[in-house]
């Protein structure tokens, strides 16, 4: 069979196919320039803030001495575990996101779009959220007694004062991004979509790398746990928003054209 017989056999199949590809990768790019755009942006007063940082402070309570501040002090003191948190905190989140949502595409079915659609929409959540509520990391708040600790170890890595931002471009970020945490938000997505795969195996990274995440970023003194909370529940709330979506996209004239898939 020739590739133009196969396509007038399954022209409907090539155009819902290719219909969805498209707006999966509009939507990406969206995505992408819009986070770009607004983590780009420094921020119009560090004040403000810090002040904020102080308001999640007061909310957390005993919270912060008692677990984030005796973290920090625990990892600062072992650079063994120090330098890998640093190239952890920089790099699995723009490694192991991806890489999630690809297996996920290749299972198809709710379960992908379940997810892909729950990744946007917690994104968009946090990148209001970013805009409205600026928010200090705990490492930019002074007299808290905290230490940067990927500042401490910059010659370690590529990085300089501006947690993982490449020397000499820490002003092309906006460092005052703390609430939510997309980096545990994303790695606790990581963790749904890691738990619904067919093999049980991905079961134990599903557990592992959130949980590293938030020892990751409180100890490094990247986010507050306020922030860490924060970024679950933008994932939370999308995937409820999604699953109420559900039986409306079920119905759609896409998903009765679309092939099955399991996931």
């Not at 906006?174 to 606790?188: E, K, R, T, V, Y």
């Not at 195996?201 to 746990?225: C, D, E, K, M, S």
Request: proline share 6%.
């Amino acid at each position: 069979m020739t590739v133009a017989t196969w396509r007038n056999e399954h022209r409907g199949v090539v155009r819902v196919i290719g219909s969805t590809v498209s707006i999966e990768l509009a939507a990406l790019v969206a995505l992408g320039v819009t986070y770009t755009f607004i983590r780009a942006g420094q921020g119009n007063d560090a004040g403000v803030a810090i002040a904020h940082a102080h308001h999640i402070l007061s909310i957390e309570g005993p919270i912060f001495g008692h677990l984030e501040r005796p973290l920090n002090q625990w990892l600062v003191g072992l650079p063994a575990l120090a330098v890998p948190a640093c190239y952890f905190y920089a790099l699995m989140h723009y490694a192991v996101t991806p890489t999630v949502l690809l297996v996920s595409r290749r299972s198809g079915g709710w379960s992908y779009w379940r997810g892909y659609w729950a990744l946007m929409i917690a994104s968009a959540i946090a990148l209001v959220i970013y805009a409205r509520y600026p928010v200090a990391p705990p490492r930019l708040v002074p007299d808290i007694d905290v230490v940067d600790v990927m500042r401490r170890f910059a010659s370690y890595g590529w990085w300089g004062s501006a947690a993982s931002a490449p020397r000499g471009i820490g002003d092309a970020t906006n460092q005052f991004a703390a609430m939510p945490s997309l980096h545990f938000g994303w790695s606790l997505w990581c963790g749904i979509q890691m738990w619904g795969f067919r093999s049980k195996l991905w079961r134990i990274p599903a557990i592992v790398y959130p949980t590293l995440q938030v020892i990751v970023v409180l100890g490094t003194a990247n986010h507050f746990f306020l922030d860490v909370l924060g970024g679950g529940a933008c994932v939370l709330v999308a995937y409820a928003v999604v699953g109420a979506l559900k039986p409306f996209a079920d119905r759609s004239p896409a998903a009765e054209d679309s092939p099955s898939h399991v996931a």
